[in-house]
């Protein structure tokens, strides 16, 4: 919880301050805001190979921890750097990147190791643990989700009308704190020692692809062990990826589906790149589209735009007690599945309802816009905004959860922070398509329109426009979705 509350106390907020204090073009900051964000997604596969071959998971979450808290502090000191000259705005620009990817570099780290470390304290083999462990899960997203809707209401309103370096602050102190309770129940922590004699798990699953290749010519018949044949013909799941089944001339039969069941995520993994491409527009475009709205309450008592992100989180943290004390059961007694749906269902869902939110945030600015040129004194209420957030909202309950719990169960256990380094990987290379996307269409728009789509002035901008391409790329990529998620094989039927 506190790592998300230093996370989104950072980011959600984090647009004002780039084209505020730091005096970015919106395209720019927007532009350096998923960079960013696509880096902070994709260290964690750089920590969770270091976490699975070498540290462990729970000294990867101490190191990486400290680093996070560094780079907190270094923040929040770069705030209180005042820019009186070219140079020391340069100072403070400077230090405000080395200190936002220093906390990037350390949530790469602590991001995927601590969600494992939480979920291996549960007995997979055991069906009451299972089940808990799936409630976990959900849990998980729900103290999420007070975090970030507690971060979002009282960060961005101490940011903007306080100071940015105490706005900056707090998130380090929440972290700093953490790190030190999680220390305090080392002894009662449940810890994995599986590892399977002393070969690496990546060597292991690199070796059956070298074996496959080099044993390609060879005809099924002449493959040295034909009972291990059988027996990966025989498992259902086998029967997909029998390239590799060559490997069996050298490589076990375990081996051989560690390897299988890695390349199986291949498909999903991909797909689910244009549900994470939409929803980083949620801290960028849809808190820029606020801050152009009327967010008065009361004379002199103005609403921040980034705390309409509050009603996502608030919309999260109602629906997932519903869904795991009432949905869940009620789907389980229909299904007979532990888990109520299965995962890809919930993750089907969640892209789906992404879809509907893209549309309504389209058309909510398409009325904003006809609002502002009709009479430019009269602003659209920002409380418009609410049904696209509280939509995301519900969607993102079911894809997140989802998703961390399917690369959990479906990757051998040995590497299990790599598969949720792979869940946290779909939102960094999200943000870096989002990012060349609105790059690239911000040139073409200059070049052949009358201004860009992301005009500073979001009077004379379309961000209708891009919205509209968004939600119908959005469906190209649910079909695509749908049709690999029909022919996905569980590695562990039994239990899904």
Not at 21 to 34: F, M
Not at 99 to 124: E, H, M, N, R, T
Not at 308 to 336: C, E, K, N
Not at 374 to 400: C, E, H, K, N, R
Request: proline letters at 3%.
């Amino acid at each position: 919880m506190a790592e998300q509350f230093a996370s989104y106390g950072i980011s959600s907020n984090l647009i004002t301050y780039l084209t505020g204090p730091l005096g970015e073009s919106t395209a720019a900051a927007a532009a350096n805001i998923n960079a960013w964000s696509g880096t902070e997604s994709f260290l964690p596969l750089l920590w969770s190979f270091v976490a699975d071959s070498f540290l462990g998971r729970f000294r990867t979450i101490i190191i990486s921890s400290s680093i996070y808290i560094l780079g907190l502090g270094l923040l929040s000191f770069s705030a209180t750097i005042t820019s009186h000259s070219k140079d020391s705005n340069q100072l403070q620009v400077t230090l405000f990147f080395i200190s936002l990817y220093l906390i990037a570099f350390g949530q790469g780290g602590f991001s995927p190791c601590i969600k494992v470390f939480g979920a291996d304290q549960f007995d997979g083999n055991d069906l009451k643990e299972l089940k808990a462990k799936s409630s976990f899960f959900n849990w998980l997203m729900f103290g999420t989700c007070v975090s970030l809707l507690t971060t979002r209401l009282i960060s961005s309103y101490i940011q903007e009308n306080l100071s940015w370096s105490l706005g900056f602050g707090i998130p380090g102190a929440f972290m700093l704190l953490s790190l030190l309770l999680f220390l305090l129940g080392t002894k009662t922590y449940r810890f994995t020692t599986e590892r399977r004699g002393n070969k690496n798990p990546f060597a292991r699953i690199i070796r059956v692809f070298i074996e496959a290749v080099k044993s390609r010519r060879q005809p099924d018949l002449h493959i040295a062990n034909p009972n291990e044949t059988l027996l990966l013909v025989a498992h259902q799941s086998s029967k997909q990826f029998r390239f590799l089944d060559r490997a069996a001339v050298s490589c076990d039969l375990s081996e051989i589906q560690e390897a299988k069941a890695v390349v199986k995520l291949v498909p999903i993994w991909i797909n689910c790149l244009v549900y994470s491409t939409v929803c980083s527009q949620i801290p960028t475009f849809f808190t820029k589209q606020g801050s152009a709205m009327n967010r008065s309450i009361s004379p002199g008592l103005l609403v921040p735009a980034a705390s309409l992100q509050g009603v996502l989180s608030l919309t999260m943290a109602v629906f997932i007690p519903i869904y795991d004390r009432l949905l869940v059961p009620i789907a389980r007694s229909f299904t007979q599945n532990p888990l109520g749906i299965t995962t890809l269902q919930r993750i089907g869902t969640g892209m789906f309802l992404s879809n509907i939110a893209m549309v309504v945030a389209a058309l909510v600015e398409t009325k904003r816009l006809r609002t502002a040129q009709d009479d430019v004194t009269i602003m659209m209420s920002v409380w418009w905004l609410v049904p696209q957030y509280a939509i995301y909202g519900v969607s993102y309950a079911f894809l997140t959860t989802g998703l961390q719990e399917f690369f959990y169960d479906q990757i051998p256990s040995e590497l299990r922070s790599v598969g949720m380094a792979l869940y946290l990987s779909i939102f960094g290379v999200g943000s870096f398509l989002s990012s060349f996307m609105i790059s690239v269409i911000d040139k073409v728009s200059r070049q052949f329109c009358q201004t860009s789509w992301f005009d500073n002035d979001l009077s004379k901008a379309h961000l209708d426009y891009f919205y509209w391409l968004l939600a119908c790329v959005s469906s190209i990529g649910l079909a695509s979705y749908l049709w690999f998620a029909k022919s996905y094989v569980y590695n562990r039927p039994n239990t899904f």
